[in-house]
Protein backbone atom coordinates (compact mmCIF):
# COMPACT_ATOMS: atom_id res chain seq x y z
CA UNK A 1 0.00 0.00 0.00
CA UNK A 2 0.78 3.68 -0.70
CA UNK A 3 1.75 5.45 2.71
CA UNK A 4 3.58 7.86 1.23
CA UNK A 5 0.73 10.28 2.26
CA UNK A 6 1.83 9.86 6.16
CA UNK A 7 5.75 9.78 6.19
CA UNK A 8 6.45 13.09 6.25
CA UNK A 9 3.70 13.87 9.27
CA UNK A 10 4.66 14.97 12.59
CA UNK A 11 2.73 15.55 15.28
CA UNK A 12 4.84 17.15 17.95
CA UNK A 13 5.00 16.72 21.93
CA UNK A 14 3.16 20.21 22.55
CA UNK A 15 0.19 18.60 20.31
CA UNK A 16 -0.12 15.40 22.38
CA UNK A 17 -0.32 17.67 25.61
CA UNK A 18 -3.07 19.74 24.05
CA UNK A 19 -5.23 16.55 22.98
CA UNK A 20 -5.01 15.87 26.84
CA UNK A 21 -5.63 19.12 27.90
CA UNK A 22 -8.65 19.31 25.60
CA UNK A 23 -9.71 16.03 25.97
CA UNK A 24 -9.04 14.59 22.87
CA UNK A 25 -7.91 11.01 24.11
CA UNK A 26 -10.64 8.74 22.21
CA UNK A 27 -7.60 6.30 21.96
CA UNK A 28 -8.03 5.59 26.04
CA UNK A 29 -9.67 2.40 26.42
CA UNK A 30 -12.12 2.77 29.55
CA UNK A 31 -12.22 -1.34 30.06
CA UNK A 32 -8.67 -2.02 28.61
CA UNK A 33 -7.81 -3.81 25.40
CA UNK A 34 -9.31 -7.06 24.46
CA UNK A 35 -6.17 -8.28 22.94
CA UNK A 36 -4.36 -8.03 26.05
CA UNK A 37 -6.82 -10.72 27.67
CA UNK A 38 -6.55 -12.50 24.48
CA UNK A 39 -2.73 -12.74 24.67
CA UNK A 40 -1.86 -12.59 28.05
CA UNK A 41 -0.44 -15.90 28.15
CA UNK A 42 1.69 -15.35 25.43
CA UNK A 43 3.02 -12.24 27.51
CA UNK A 44 3.71 -14.04 30.50
CA UNK A 45 4.79 -17.15 28.87
CA UNK A 46 4.14 -19.35 32.49
CA UNK A 47 6.40 -16.86 34.39
CA UNK A 48 5.64 -14.56 37.10
CA UNK A 49 7.22 -11.21 38.94
CA UNK A 50 7.97 -9.59 35.76
CA UNK A 51 9.50 -6.18 34.89
CA UNK A 52 6.84 -5.40 31.76
CA UNK A 53 7.42 -2.11 29.88
CA UNK A 54 4.57 0.29 28.36
CA UNK A 55 5.63 3.12 26.07
CA UNK A 56 3.91 5.59 25.56
CA UNK A 57 1.62 4.43 28.36
CA UNK A 58 -0.85 7.18 28.21
CA UNK A 59 -3.86 6.05 31.55
CA UNK A 60 -3.69 2.74 29.76
CA UNK A 61 -5.65 0.77 32.46
CA UNK A 62 -3.49 -2.43 31.65
CA UNK A 63 -0.63 -1.14 33.69
CA UNK A 64 -3.26 -1.87 36.90
CA UNK A 65 -3.65 -5.24 35.69
CA UNK A 66 -0.77 -5.98 35.22
CA UNK A 67 0.50 -4.49 38.57
CA UNK A 68 -2.25 -6.81 40.35
CA UNK A 69 -1.07 -9.75 38.67
CA UNK A 70 2.27 -9.05 40.56
CA UNK A 71 4.24 -8.07 38.07
CA UNK A 72 6.26 -4.42 38.28
CA UNK A 73 5.11 -1.96 35.45
CA UNK A 74 7.37 0.83 33.91
CA UNK A 75 5.63 3.73 31.76
CA UNK A 76 6.90 6.89 30.22
CA UNK A 77 4.62 9.08 29.03
CA UNK A 78 4.67 13.27 28.19
CA UNK A 79 1.96 14.51 29.61
CA UNK A 80 1.96 14.54 33.26
CA UNK A 81 -1.83 15.28 32.73
CA UNK A 82 -2.49 11.63 31.76
CA UNK A 83 -0.03 10.39 34.69
CA UNK A 84 -1.49 11.52 37.43
CA UNK A 85 -4.80 10.43 35.89
CA UNK A 86 -3.89 6.77 36.14
CA UNK A 87 -2.97 7.35 39.72
CA UNK A 88 -5.99 9.05 40.51
CA UNK A 89 -8.48 7.34 38.59
CA UNK A 90 -7.50 3.69 40.17
CA UNK A 91 -7.05 5.51 43.86
CA UNK A 92 -4.05 4.98 44.10
CA UNK A 93 -1.10 6.66 46.51
CA UNK A 94 2.43 7.84 44.45
CA UNK A 95 5.28 10.13 45.10
CA UNK A 96 6.91 12.04 42.65
CA UNK A 97 10.97 12.34 42.52
CA UNK A 98 13.24 13.85 40.03
CA UNK A 99 15.00 11.94 37.56
CA UNK A 100 18.56 13.40 37.99
CA UNK A 101 19.78 11.52 34.48
CA UNK A 102 17.19 13.59 32.52
CA UNK A 103 16.88 16.96 33.11
CA UNK A 104 12.94 18.48 34.12
CA UNK A 105 11.78 14.69 33.50
CA UNK A 106 9.59 12.97 36.97
CA UNK A 107 9.00 9.54 37.98
CA UNK A 108 5.77 9.08 39.47
CA UNK A 109 5.73 5.86 41.59
CA UNK A 110 3.22 4.49 43.17
CA UNK A 111 3.33 3.87 47.19
CA UNK A 112 3.53 0.28 46.83
CA UNK A 113 6.27 0.30 44.50
CA UNK A 114 5.12 -1.64 41.42
CA UNK A 115 4.37 0.64 38.98
CA UNK A 116 7.05 3.55 38.13
CA UNK A 117 5.91 5.99 35.54
CA UNK A 118 8.61 8.31 33.87
CA UNK A 119 6.98 11.67 32.55
CA UNK A 120 9.09 12.44 29.71
CA UNK A 121 9.81 11.71 25.97
CA UNK A 122 10.95 7.87 25.02
CA UNK A 123 13.88 8.70 23.25
CA UNK A 124 15.09 10.82 26.78
CA UNK A 125 15.27 7.00 28.36
CA UNK A 126 17.83 3.87 27.53
CA UNK A 127 18.60 1.02 29.61
CA UNK A 128 20.78 2.37 31.99
CA UNK A 129 18.20 4.45 33.33
CA UNK A 130 15.38 2.04 33.30
CA UNK A 131 16.97 -1.22 32.78
CA UNK A 132 15.51 -4.47 30.39
CA UNK A 133 12.08 -5.51 30.66
CA UNK A 134 10.82 -9.25 30.22
CA UNK A 135 7.65 -8.01 28.58
CA UNK A 136 6.27 -5.36 26.56
CA UNK A 137 2.99 -3.64 25.61
CA UNK A 138 3.32 -1.30 22.69
CA UNK A 139 -0.63 -0.44 21.82
CA UNK A 140 -0.24 2.97 20.35
CA UNK A 141 2.92 3.19 20.59
CA UNK A 142 4.63 2.35 17.42
CA UNK A 143 1.72 3.60 15.40
CA UNK A 144 2.13 6.69 17.61
CA UNK A 145 5.17 7.30 16.85
CA UNK A 146 6.10 9.69 13.96
CA UNK A 147 6.89 7.73 10.69
CA UNK A 148 10.69 9.55 10.37
CA UNK A 149 10.99 8.00 14.07
CA UNK A 150 10.28 4.61 13.67
CA UNK A 151 13.75 3.14 13.27
CA UNK A 152 14.44 5.48 16.58
CA UNK A 153 12.00 4.31 18.42
CA UNK A 154 12.44 0.16 17.39
CA UNK A 155 16.10 0.48 17.48
CA UNK A 156 15.88 1.95 21.49
CA UNK A 157 12.87 -0.83 22.38
CA UNK A 158 15.29 -3.52 21.36
CA UNK A 159 18.47 -2.05 23.87
CA UNK A 160 15.48 -2.66 26.67
CA UNK A 161 14.63 -6.18 25.93
CA UNK A 162 15.97 -8.65 28.28
CA UNK A 163 16.26 -12.05 26.79
CA UNK A 164 13.91 -14.21 26.52
CA UNK A 165 11.34 -10.93 26.30
CA UNK A 166 8.05 -11.02 24.86
CA UNK A 167 6.57 -8.64 22.98
CA UNK A 168 3.11 -7.55 22.11
CA UNK A 169 2.39 -5.03 19.37
CA UNK A 170 -0.81 -4.00 18.24
CA UNK A 171 -1.48 -2.20 15.21
CA UNK A 172 -4.49 -0.89 12.73
CA UNK A 173 -4.83 -1.59 9.22
CA UNK A 174 -6.56 0.72 7.19
CA UNK A 175 -6.11 2.90 4.09
CA UNK A 176 -3.23 5.49 4.99
CA UNK A 177 -4.75 7.88 2.01
CA UNK A 178 -7.85 8.18 3.88
CA UNK A 179 -6.82 9.19 7.82
CA UNK A 180 -3.44 11.02 8.20
CA UNK A 181 -3.09 9.33 12.02
CA UNK A 182 -2.39 9.13 14.51
CA UNK A 183 -2.30 5.85 14.82
CA UNK A 184 -0.26 5.47 11.45
CA UNK A 185 -0.65 2.22 9.45
CA UNK A 186 2.37 0.57 10.00
CA UNK A 187 2.72 -2.30 7.04
CA UNK A 188 3.24 -5.66 8.22
CA UNK A 189 6.32 -5.49 6.37
CA UNK A 190 7.90 -2.76 7.73
CA UNK A 191 6.89 -4.15 10.87
CA UNK A 192 9.15 -7.41 10.29
CA UNK A 193 12.21 -5.25 8.77
CA UNK A 194 12.15 -3.03 11.50
CA UNK A 195 12.13 -5.46 14.45
CA UNK A 196 14.25 -8.25 12.33
N1 LIG B 1 -0.61 3.48 24.96
C1 LIG B 1 -1.67 4.32 25.49
C2 LIG B 1 -1.71 5.72 24.87
C3 LIG B 1 -1.74 5.78 23.37
S1 LIG B 1 -1.77 7.42 22.66
C4 LIG B 1 -2.99 3.62 25.36
O1 LIG B 1 -3.03 2.47 24.90
O2 LIG B 1 -4.02 4.19 25.74
C5 LIG B 1 -0.06 7.86 22.56
C6 LIG B 1 0.47 8.49 23.83
O3 LIG B 1 1.86 8.76 23.65
C7 LIG B 1 -0.18 9.82 24.21
O4 LIG B 1 -0.63 9.75 25.53
C8 LIG B 1 0.95 10.86 24.07
O5 LIG B 1 0.86 11.90 25.01
C9 LIG B 1 2.19 10.00 24.27
N2 LIG B 1 3.43 10.43 23.58
C10 LIG B 1 3.54 10.94 22.33
N3 LIG B 1 4.83 11.13 22.01
C11 LIG B 1 5.57 10.72 23.07
C12 LIG B 1 6.97 10.66 23.33
N4 LIG B 1 7.88 11.06 22.43
N5 LIG B 1 7.38 10.16 24.52
C13 LIG B 1 6.48 9.74 25.45
N6 LIG B 1 5.13 9.79 25.25
C14 LIG B 1 4.68 10.28 24.09
Not at 105 to 128: E, F, M, P, V, W
Amino acid sequence: SDVGSQKDRVVTEEEWLRKWEMGNTGFHKERGHPLLQKYLDLLLNGRSGLRIFFPLCGKAVEMKWLADMGHSVVGVEVSEQALKEFFAEHSLPYCEEPVPEIPGAKKLQSTSGNISLYCCSIYDLSSSIVGKFDGFWDRGALVAVNPCDRQRYVSLMITLMEKNSSYLLVTVSYDPNKHKGPPFYVPESEIKSLYG
